[in-house]
């Protein structure tokens, strides 16, 4: 059952990062703790990580084997995430014993029980530190990131501007599905493309200008990379387990 975050958390909003005139950018769909398929995949992608970029649509951890190494990958300098509701349980969970409960004994997160406990306080300052929305600039338009959805009144300014303050739409915009099991096609306005993971689907989907492509990593259905310089057309690398 989705929750609100807690209202003593302070939250950044929005990221934003500038056209990549060196190398390549690329959106990753939820990893989940599947860290060495992602390196798998960036692999067969002769990724470059001096110059190449990948940004992330969140729950970087849980379900899968690896959610420990979340952080060699947030310190790297190439790869960038938004917060996720996975990520968001783990903030969540360091102060409310209900939420840890639930996090670990059905959300996936048993792993944290196995980090010292000096040690979490470095993982929680990272996800601490990850925005609620990204922007990119590209050769082929703006991309913005988002983990679930994106209200359907809301311009993509009208989101950024009020998420950090806006517990509901915050509450949304982690938790919520209802722009994709709606098949809401209507573009989001103010950003010429929008990336979203936390839906399992079994393959990436368009919806107007929204792509979802959290394609089930940590379920064997595989973990889709974006190459942001073929926007508009839908490529798709999709590294198998």
Sequence with gaps: MPRQPLKTMTYLANR????NRAGRDFVVGDIHGEFSLFEHSLQLLNFDTKKDRVFSVGDLIDRGPESARVREFLESGWFYSILGNHELMALDAATDCDTLHAWTHTNGGAWWLDIPPQEQAHYLAAFKALPLTLEVDTALGSVGLVHANVPFSFSWQELVTRVAEDDLLRANILWSRQRFHRRYTNTVAGIDWVFCGHTPTEQITQLGNVFYVDTGACYGGGLTIFPLDQ???????????
């Design 16 to 19: 934003q990062f500038k056209q």
């Design 231 to 241: 926007l508009p057309v839908i490529p798709i690398h999709k590294a198998l387990a």
